[in-house]
Each structure stands twice: as structure tokens, then as C-alpha cells.
């Protein structure tokens, strides 16, 4: 099975600044149609989760662009480019690209 | 508006059985694979089941392999996880989920306790 590494656990961030969420993939993601499918996810608090990226860089339409996403193969990241107060909550990276599907321990994202 | 309604859910004796519906609208369903995850109480994520659009592949965790059927009524929009020799660790909230379009239920909560 594919292990989602997520770094780091937890952020504690003010409003404004800038944040970074690291995903590690033990074997690549890249698939045989040349697709790479790692996605990222945010639940917030007592809520199901809601979509924010797939394919590791494209934003969903309703997602504002200070998110965005990066990486290739194994190492990706997600980036919120000021926080907002609306952003609390848990990210999660997981990959659909190879079954089973896995997912991230998650990062807690919270507010200062 | 894609809707995606889980019912079924309840409090269930360890060994017994227990068959969870997802209700889904808002857009053409039988065009989509269909997925379970679930959330243990306090825990991530993770992925149960998926079944394509027609039924033609099915997978399976190998946490539940054996044990969990999924299927799907495209008459009905309606997926299914019938679930059976149910054991404390697969209590958790169960999310119906298009993880291809990125939508997500709000999970009928299951709980195996004698």
C-alpha cells in the first residue's frame, strides 16, 4: 500500500500568514495515463470534508486562489498563501492513483 | 446541487450484520464510481470501497475484504455497504463519497458494541 506522509502534525498561524503542508508518498503517484492523482482535502471542525485540490495543482471552482499545489512523483505540498480564519481545521493529502486508496494522518491547521 | 444522503447507521452487537444507503442527487449518477471511507471516533481517514459506474470493478480495504459488499441501484441513485461480522474497530463515521469530483456525504455514524 502507498504511506501518505503529511508534515508537520499541527500549524499554529496568525491571520495573514503564510502556510505549508508537506506530503511524502512512498512510491510515485504518477499513473499509467501520466495523471498524478494526489489530492488535498480540508475537514473542518464537526464537518465532512470538503474538496480543495486535485491532480496536485488544480483548484477546484469554488476554492479561493490563495490555495494552491505543487510537487511531482513523490513529494507534494499544499499552500495557503495568507490564512484566513476560515481555514482552521485539518488537511488531508491522499492519492487515488494506486488501490487501495490512502490517505495522510493529517495536519491541524490552527489559528494564533 | 450534488447531494450525497448516508442512512442506516445505528448501534450494532459485534458479529452482527448492518446495511448502510446513500441517496444521491443533483447529478447523473450512473456516471460515477461511487466510494466509502470512514472515520474512526478522533482518526483520519480511510477508504473502504469503490465501485464504478456500471459495477464492473469493485475494490475493496483489505481491513474489510470479505466481510463488506458494496453495490449500487442506478435506478434508485442509491449506493450501498452491506456490512457483515461487524467488529468494534470498523465503528466510525461512514462518508459516501464521488472522490473523482471531490463530493462528500455527512456520514451516518456506525458503532459495533455489544
Known amino acids: 500500500d502507498v504511506v501518505m506522509t503529511q508534515t508537520p502534525v499541527s500549524l499554529s498561524l496568525a491571520i495573514g500568514q503564510p502556510a505549508s503542508i508537506s506530503c511524502k508518498s512512498s512510491?510515485?503517484?504518477?499513473?499509467?495515463?501520466?495523471?498524478?492523482?494526489l489530492n488535498w482535502i480540508l475537514q473542518r471542525p464537526g464537518q465532512s470534508p470538503k474538496r480543495l485540490i486535485y491532480?496536485?495543482?488544480k483548484l477546484y471552482s469554488e476554492v479561493p486562489d490563495r490555495f494552491s499545489g505543487s510537487g511531482s512523483e513523490t513529494e507534494f505540498t499544499l499552500k495557503i498563501s495568507r490564512v484566513e480564519a476560515e481555514d482552521l481545521g485539518v488537511y488531508y493529502c491522499?492519492?487515488?492513483?494506486?488501490?487501495?486508496?490512502?490517505f495522510g494522518a493529517g495536519t491541524k491547521l490552527e489559528l494564533k | 446541487e450534488v447531494q450525497l444522503v448516508e442512512s442506516g447507521g445505528g448501534l450494532v452487537q459485534p458479529g452482527r450484520s448492518l446495511k448502510l444507503s446513500c441517496l444521491a442527487s443533483?447529478?447523473?449518477?450512473?456516471?460515477?464510481?461511487m466510494n466509502w471511507i470512514r472515520q474512526a471516533p478522533g482518526k483520519g481517514l480511510e477508504w473502504v470501497a469503490s465501485?464504478?459506474?456500471?459495477?464492473?470493478?469493485?475494490y475493496y480495504a483489505d481491513t474489510v475484504k470479505g466481510r463488506f459488499t458494496i453495490s449500487r441501484d442506478n435506478a434508485k441513485n442509491t449506493l450501498y455497504l452491506q456490512m457483515t461480522s461487524l467488529r468494534s474497530e470498523d465503528t466510525a463515521l461512514y462518508y459516501c463519497?464521488?472522490?473523482?469530483?471531490?463530493?462528500w456525504g455527512q456520514g451516518t455514524l456506525v458503532t459495533v458494541s455489544s
Open positions: 463519497a464521488i472522490l473523482g469530483g471531490g463530493y
Open positions: 465501485i464504478s459506474s456500471s459495477s464492473s470493478y469493485i
Open positions: 443533483g447529478f447523473t449518477f450512473s456516471n460515477y464510481g
Open positions: 512510491q510515485s503517484l504518477l499513473g499509467t495515463s501520466g495523471k498524478t492523482f
Open positions: 491532480q496536485v495543482s
Open positions: 491522499w492519492q487515488g492513483t494506486h488501490f487501495p486508496y490512502t
